[in-house]
Antibody, heavy 120, light 107 residues
Framework: EVQLAESGGALVQPGGSLRLSCVASGFKFSDYAMSWVRQGPGRGLEWVSVISWNGGAKHYAAFVKGRFTISRDNAMNSLELQMHSLGPEDTGFYYC??????????????WGQGTKVTVS | VLTQSPDTLSFAPGERATLSCRASETILRSKLAWYQQRPGRAPRLLIYDASKRVTGVPDRFSGDGSGADFTLTIARLEPEDSAVYYCQQYADLLPHSFGQGTKLEIK
């Protein structure tokens, strides 16, 4: 069974930084692209970032504006999102997600339970 | 940009609901997925490639469409279908944006 376990969410002051982590199990982590999706309070889903199977390709939503960095460690089956210059608009649940492809277009076939980030 | 309509739907159990997802540009190769998010839960994948149902998803759920217009139909509605439904495009062009969601209420 595919499992994605996020951690690292916390209450942080505006302008602060946070590192989110996700540990994956139940599949061959190094075969798949991974992504982060967030959801603000009472709001819809918002795609944040994606990283290819080997970390060679990374893409970000326009609102990231150079503040976030996605990375992965295939030896540890882990995914991270380093966030800087956080603002209240970054508040929400951050979901670690598994793509169905290694690097090309793919849909999300697994979601973690989310980690809560509050910027206040 | 994906626009879902309507924002909210309300039906009685046993009825049939049709949710719409319209893209501002053609979605190549119908690379569109539908997700269900029940209150307090993470989303889960229902449909991919516009019409392919995920294993384990009841056949009451069906997806259709191509180009820029897509629909999710849920037949014989059950109370457990109460959720927010999102479409997402995952064609070559990034970002792989989501629609704003349609809230389905079963009363």
């Amino acid at each position: 069974e595919v499992q994605l376990a996020e951690s690292g969410g916390a209450l942080v002051q505006p302008g602060g930084s946070l590192r989110l982590s996700c540990v994956a199990s139940g599949f061959k982590f190094s075969d798949y692209a991974m992504s982060w999706v967030r959801q603000g309070p009472g709001r819809g889903l918002e795609w944040v970032s994606v990283i290819s199977w080997n970390g060679g390709a990374k893409h970000y939503a326009a609102f990231v504006k150079g503040r976030f960095t996605i990375s992965r460690d295939n030896a540890m089956n882990s995914l991270e999102l380093q966030m800087h210059s956080l603002g209240p608009e970054d508040t929400g649940f951050y979901y670690c997600t598994k793509q169905t492809s290694a690097k090309g277009p793919g849909y999300i076939d697994a979601w973690g339970q989310g980690t809560k980030v509050t910027v206040s | 940009v994906l626009t879902q309509s309507p924002d909210t739907l309300s039906f009685a159990p046993g009825e049939r609901a049709t949710l719409s997802c319209r893209a501002s540009e053609t979605i190549l190769r119908s690379k569109l997925a539908w997700y269900q998010q029940r209150p307090g839960r993470a989303p889960r994948l229902l449909i991919y490639d516009a019409s392919k149902r995920v294993t384990g998803v009841p056949d009451r759920f069906s997806g259709d469409g191509s180009g820029a217009d897509f629909t999710l139909t849920i037949a014989r509605l059950e109370p457990e279908d109460s959720a927010v439904y999102y479409c997402q495009q995952y064609a070559d062009l990034l970002p792989h944006s989501f629609g704003q969601g349609t809230k389905l209420e079963i009363k």
